[in-house]
Every structure is written in structure tokens, then in C-alpha cells.
């Protein structure tokens, strides 16, 4: 089971502290840091000192770690135009040494796109199929070649499909609970599927639906990296439990039912429940980024357990 460290920096957290958590998540051994791709705050947070742009967060984050993945969980596919995000998401991958992963999903928070002036079209995920076919069209087409798609909500003509990432094929990760239409956009453009803070049951539903969806594309099921998304709060007792989870606002038992909460064994056997689903990575989502102590606990107390 592959443990990756996610971040929510819109809900407050400049540069200087992500590359905190993210070199002290490749020193202790993590797979992955990854953010989140948001321009505004949620909940009762002050979102000071307000948002950082997650492919310049990942441009500066590619050239000051060595080994980590690095990648977004999800980018918005209303933010970014496909082919310009073609070229940002492969500069940085050229950039880190080919180290990034690209998560894109259809952008869901209306009030962020208004409160910057962002477009928020009513056709979201027709815009993110023609996104996935763009990105990974364009990544595929051989130098010297062209890229052409005329789709409804976008049109390229003569492309010449460059830069190329350093990867042969940058991972992309799909995710959501959609029954029907997530589970095909994943057996048709994804290497990863991710559930966001689903329950151990609702996982192994989503996950037969994605298996079930790659074999009738003709793909093998195992060939798509399963993963989920859980908030994160241990403690080596319940008093430091509690502290953390009073730390992000959160109520325990809440935790402890939605989330990875508790203490290391508590977790490491949760774990084991969404490994047998067919999970096989967890994104710890870690909402307090100035306990750099929880992180070194979960390295320390849980890592090694689920080798």
C-alpha cells in the first residue's frame, strides 16, 4: 500500500510551508505530495494568505525535491484550456525529472469561479471528456506529427503536440462516485482511479463499476491503480487524537467513521479494509501543515506496516 501526503492549500498555506511538508514527505519515505487545484477558502478557514496556483506550486516544488510524485488531486478542467494545460503539465514533468502526475476532474466549486472571474459552464463534464482526449492526445502524437479534435466545446487544428513530458506517459488520474459516466472516463483515459473520502463499502462499489467499465472498453481491469482519499488524524493516544482533530475542527468519532483517525494500529487495520476492496494507495489528506510531527508519526508508526 503506497502512503501519498494531499494538501488543501486554499484553506490557508503559502509556498514556503508546502515545500515544508513536501520535502519532509520525501525524506520520511512517502510516495507522493499532491495538492489540491483551488482559488478559494471552504468552511470556517481565513485562507490566509490566500491561494497559490497548483501547477506553479508543482513548477517550483518539481526543482526543489529529488524523488517525491508530485501532482495535483484534482486540476480543474474549468481553469485551464486543454492545451495549454498539455504544456504546463509536461513542462513540469520535464522539469521535475519526470516525477508528475496529472489528476483532472470537472471543477464543482461555483463560488470560486465567481469570486475570480472564472467561467463556470453547465456542461462541465462534456468539457472534461474533450479535456482527457486533448491532453492525452496531444502527449501521444509522435514528434514531427500534428494533432487535430473538433469536439464540441473545443477545436485544434494542426497542433504540433509539443513540449513532451519527460515520462513516456504521464499518469492521469480520474476520480468521483459518478455511477456510470466516472467509471468510463477512467477505462478510457486513466492509469489511476480515485475515490475521494468514500467509505470501505461505497469503495468496493465504485471500484467494481470502474473494473467492470475497463473490461467492456477491452482494457484489463488491473491495469488502473485503485486509490482513496481520506482525511488523516492519528495520535500514539486518544488525548493527542483529540488534539489534531480539535486542531482542523473536526470531531473524532466523525473521523474515526469517515476518515483514517485514531491510533496507528486503529489506522493500519482501517488500511486493510480498503486494501481489500483492491485499493492500493491511500492519499493521506493532512489539514493542519504546521504538524510536521503527524506526518513523521504516520512515516514511523503506520508505514512500515503495510509494506
Given at each position: 500500500?503506497?502512503?501519498?501526503?494531499?494538501?488543501?492549500?486554499?484553506q490557508?498555506?503559502?509556498?514556503?510551508?508546502l515545500?515544508?511538508?513536501?520535502?519532509t514527505?520525501?525524506?520520511?519515505?512517502?510516495?507522493?505530495f499532491?495538492?489540491s487545484d483551488?482559488?478559494?477558502?471552504?468552511?470556517?478557514?481565513d485562507?490566509?494568505p490566500?491561494p497559490?496556483?497548483?501547477?506553479?506550486?508543482l513548477a517550483?516544488?518539481?526543482?526543489?525535491?529529488?524523488?517525491i510524485?508530485?501532482?495535483?488531486l484534482?486540476?480543474?478542467a474549468?481553469?485551464?484550456?486543454p492545451g495549454?494545460?498539455a504544456?504546463q503539465?509536461?513542462q513540469?514533468?520535464?522539469?521535475?525529472?519526470?516525477?508528475?502526475e496529472l489528476?483532472?476532474?470537472?471543477?464543482w466549486?461555483?463560488?470560486e469561479?465567481?469570486a475570480?472571474g472564472?467561467?463556470?459552464?453547465a456542461?462541465?463534464f462534456?468539457r472534461?471528456?474533450?479535456?482527457?482526449a486533448?491532453v492525452?492526445?496531444?502527449?501521444r502524437?509522435?514528434?514531427?506529427?500534428t494533432?487535430?479534435?473538433?469536439?464540441?466545446?473545443y477545436?485544434?487544428?494542426?497542433?504540433?503536440a509539443l513540449?513532451?513530458?519527460?515520462?513516456?506517459?504521464?499518469?492521469?488520474?480520474v476520480?468521483?462516485?459518478g455511477?456510470?459516466?466516472t467509471?468510463?472516463?477512467?477505462a478510457r483515459?486513466?492509469?489511476?482511479?480515485?475515490?475521494?473520502?468514500?467509505?470501505v463499502?461505497?469503495s468496493?462499489t465504485?471500484i467494481t463499476r470502474?473494473?467492470?467499465?475497463?473490461t467492456?472498453?477491452?482494457r484489463?481491469?488491473?491495469?488502473?491503480?485503485?486509490s482513496?482519499a481520506?482525511v488523516a488524524?492519528?495520535?500514539r493516544?486518544d488525548?493527542?487524537?483529540?488534539?489534531r482533530a480539535a486542531a482542523?475542527?473536526?470531531?473524532v468519532?466523525?473521523?474515526?467513521?469517515n476518515?483514517?483517525?485514531?491510533s496507528?494500529?486503529?489506522?493500519?487495520?482501517?488500511?486493510g479494509?480498503?486494501?481489500?476492496?483492491g485499493s492500493?494507495?491511500?492519499?493521506?489528506?493532512?489539514?493542519d501543515?504546521?504538524?510536521l510531527?503527524?506526518v513523521?508519526?504516520?512515516?514511523d508508526?503506520v508505514m512500515?506496516?503495510l509494506?
Amino acid at each position: 500500500m503506497d502512503l501519498r501526503i494531499f494538501t488543501e492549500p486554499q484553506q490557508g498555506a503559502d509556498y514556503e510551508t508546502l515545500l515544508r511538508v513536501a520535502r519532509t514527505a520525501e525524506d520520511l519515505g512517502y510516495d507522493g505530495f499532491f495538492r489540491s487545484d483551488h482559488y478559494l477558502k471552504m468552511g470556517d478557514a481565513d485562507g490566509l494568505p490566500g491561494p497559490t496556483d497548483a501547477w506553479i506550486t508543482l513548477a517550483g516544488l518539481a526543482r526543489e525535491t529529488s524523488r517525491i510524485r508530485l501532482g495535483t488531486l484534482m486540476t480543474a478542467a474549468t481553469f485551464r484550456l486543454p492545451g495549454v494545460l498539455a504544456i504546463q503539465v509536461a513542462q513540469v514533468d520535464r522539469m521535475s525529472g519526470g516525477r508528475i502526475e496529472l489528476g483532472l476532474g470537472a471543477g464543482w466549486y461555483a463560488a470560486e469561479h465567481t469570486a475570480y472571474g472564472i467561467p463556470f459552464p453547465a456542461a462541465k463534464f462534456g468539457r472534461l471528456e474533450e479535456q482527457l482526449a486533448i491532453v492525452t492526445g496531444l502527449w501521444r502524437t509522435k514528434p514531427g506529427e500534428t494533432f487535430d479534435f473538433d469536439g464540441r466545446h473545443y477545436q485544434l487544428k494542426d497542433s504540433p503536440a509539443l513540449p513532451k513530458p519527460a515520462q513516456e506517459r504521464v499518469p492521469v488520474i480520474v476520480g468521483g462516485m459518478g455511477a456510470q459516466r466516472t467509471p468510463e472516463l477512467a477505462a478510457r483515459f486513466a492509469d489511476e482511479f480515485n475515490l475521494p473520502f468514500a467509505s470501505v463499502a461505497d469503495s468496493a462499489t465504485q471500484i467494481t463499476r470502474v473494473r467492470e467499465a475497463a473490461t467492456a472498453h477491452g482494457r484489463a481491469p488491473d491495469s488502473l491503480v485503485y486509490s482513496n482519499a481520506l482525511v488523516a488524524c492519528v495520535g500514539r493516544n486518544d488525548a493527542e487524537v483529540g488534539r489534531r482533530a480539535a486542531a482542523i475542527g473536526r470531531d473524532v468519532a466523525e473521523l474515526r467513521e469517515n476518515g483514517l483517525a485514531g491510533s496507528p494500529a486503529e489506522v493500519v487495520e482501517k488500511i486493510g479494509r480498503y486494501a481489500e476492496t483492491g485499493s492500493t494507495r491511500i492519499y493521506l489528506q493532512i489539514l493542519d501543515l504546521d504538524d510536521l510531527e503527524h506526518v513523521a508519526l504516520i512515516a514511523d508508526q503506520v508505514m512500515p506496516q503495510l509494506s
